[in-house]
């Protein structure tokens, strides 16, 4: 069973920049996806980046050009580099990892982290 447990979340103000890390409890010898996934109360959960199977970074419209997704595998480490960060992108942030293919939509996502709260101020 792998655990993710996500890191790096807080408070900034509109326009700052936060990094957030997901550390794996095992490597993934295989392909495999990993992402990351925001929800608030009150909405569904949105996938907001993730690197799939074959390396290639994914993110959903209102991130791109703001956000960077990358992943280190001798570290077991995958990371989300927010920038220009705005009211609206905060949400409590998780880490999501599948040994299969999925994508930003996907519901079958396996193993989660617990989360990290990201709070962005106007």
């Known amino acids: 069973q792998v655990q993710l447990v996500e890191s790096g979340g807080g408070s900034v103000q509109a326009g700052g920049s936060l990094s957030l890390s997901c550390l794996a409890s095992e490597y993934f010898y295989s392909r495999h996806c990993m992402g990351w996934f925001r929800q608030v109360p009150g909405k569904e959960r949105e996938g907001v980046a993730i690197i799939d199977a074959d390396g290639s970074p994914h993110y959903t419209d209102s991130v791109k050009g703001r956000f960077a997704i990358s992943e280190d595998n001798a570290r077991k480490t995958l990371f989300l580099r927010m920038d220009a960060l705005k009211p609206e992108d905060t949400g409590m942030y998780y880490c999501?990892?599948?040994?299969?293919?999925?994508?930003?939509?996907?519901?079958?996502?396996?193993?989660w982290g617990r989360g990290t709260q990201v709070t962005v101020s106007s």
């Open positions: 999501a990892a599948d040994l299969g293919w999925v994508d930003l939509n996907s519901n079958t996502w396996v193993y």
